[in-house]
T-cell receptor, first 110, second 112 residues
Framework: RKEVEQDPGPFNVPEGATVAFNCTYS??????FFWYRQDCRKEPKLLMS???SGNEDGRFTAQLNRASQYISLLIRDSKLSDSATYLC???????????FGTGTRLTIIP | DGGITQSPKYLFRKEGQNVTLSCEQN?????MYWYRQDPGQGLRLIYY???????QKGDIAEGYSVSREKKESFPLTVTSAQKNPTAFYLC???????????FGSGTRLTVV
């Protein structure tokens, strides 16, 4: 099983809609999680950090399900500028390396 | 403002040449990393360093070398032994507290 698995998409979603996608992880010792967004030909940028059951920041909500080993990202009232690839990254305490999956590609359609 | 700077933004290399990619950070982060990204692919770890004068190989270290003589700097050399070096190279740093990475804006290396 891969350390991080995400549906690559692409997800094509109309502007204003709500979209959610999941990320499953294999290491049950993972303690913190990060969602990054990466625009085409740019560097990843940290979107949200999750250290407990979840986190909310404006239109973005991350929910962690440790029992099933997945973390989800929900985007409400989607905007054209939300079009990007979203990377889920688990982190284990004491392990300085982060493993990045290929991410989920999201396109918001006008 | 604190940040992480990579240079150059674009780099062209002839086959058989070594090239060095620069990465400098003023975030006072202990750990630094080099990743490689190919089109449509995820990030793959080349090398990482947790403290000055120490570094470890990542998943795809062959054909690359690094140094960490200063906390702020972590240059990557792509040697002629790297058979397929054309890629997008990303440098990142993080504190030792377990926070996420901060990335530089990347260097696009093309072999001509």
């Amino acid at each position: 099983r891969k350390e991080v698995e995400q549906d690559p998409g692409p997800f094509n979603v109309p502007e204003g809609a709500t979209v959610a996608f999941n990320c499953t992880y294999s290491n049950s010792a993972s303690q913190s999680f990060f969602w990054y967004r990466q625009d085409c030909r740019k560097e990843p940028k940290l979107l949200m950090s999750v250290y407990s059951s979840g986190n909310e920041d404006g239109r973005f909500t991350a929910q962690l399900n440790r029992a099933s080993q997945y973390i989800s990202l929900l985007i409400r009232d989607s905007k054209l500028s939300d079009s990007a690839t979203y990377l889920c990254v688990p982190r284990t305490f004491g392990n300085e390396k982060l493993t990045f999956g290929t991410g989920t590609r999201l396109t918001i359609i006008p | 403002d604190g940040g992480i700077t990579q240079s150059p933004k674009y780099l062209f290399r002839k086959e058989g040449q070594n090239v060095t990619l620069s990465c400098e950070q003023n975030l006072n982060h202990d750990a630094m990393y080099w990743y490689r990204q190919d089109p449509g692919q995820g990030l793959r770890l080349i090398y990482y360093s947790q403290i000055v004068n120490d570094f470890q190989k990542g998943d795809i270290a062959e054909g690359y070398s690094v140094s960490r003589e200063k906390k702020e700097s972590f240059p990557l050399t792509v040697t002629s032994a790297q058979k397929n070096p054309t890629a997008f190279y990303l440098c990142a740093s993080s504190p030792r507290t377990g926070d996420g990475y901060t990335f530089g804006s990347g260097t696009r290396l093309t072999v001509v």
